[in-house]
């Protein structure tokens, strides 16, 4: 699955003409083409993994995550595909935990591509009588950058929760901006903390 490839810094490769392999395609605003997809937004699950496709609060562009180990998160911007019915298209990168999505130069060094998704809207899912309603379904693909040459097997997902069960939204603009989970941010200032409680014992 991509979460173990990508768990071990592996996913999709460059999938577009306008895309360069490993390039971070930046998030630019929705036109209709990137927005036509809101009946996919929400939380998706395949049997084997679960993902969410929403809309990014920032730039109403559509969105791919999945959960990664240790709170990480691979994330990737969605654009419909020129010529092709319910198909969308994004690269991916993986977001270490709490880091927001990366919106340009401003927001630091961008995160690496791990590679490029597809994804296609499918006719909805009849249930085991004629009853039940239609479950939305959908697939993915993946092309892992440096190991596949063409698009792997596609996976099926069904829709588990519509946008409006889901809970808390994305990390914040702050998020975004701020340096990634585990890095050294926040030590300087410890250590100083600890160095003047030390002062303070010996000079009494």
Known sequence: TMSKRAAADSAAASGGAAKLAGAFVLPAGPSALSTSGEDLHGLWDSGKGKCTIGKDMMTARMTYEEA???????????DAVPGEKDLWQGT?????????PWYGPSFGPPPEVVGDIRVRRLAPKAGANEKEVPKPTMETQIRVKDEDEDWQPATVFTLEKGPGELGPAQPSLLASMAPAA???????????????????RRAA
């Open 68 to 78: 990664l180990e240790e709170g990480q998160r691979l994330h990737g911007w969605l």
């Open 92 to 100: 991916l990168a993986i977001l270490a935990k709490g880091q927001g």
């Open 182 to 200: 585990g890095g050294d941010g926040g030590g300087d200032g410890e250590e100083e903390k600890e160095t003047g409680e030390r002062k303070k």
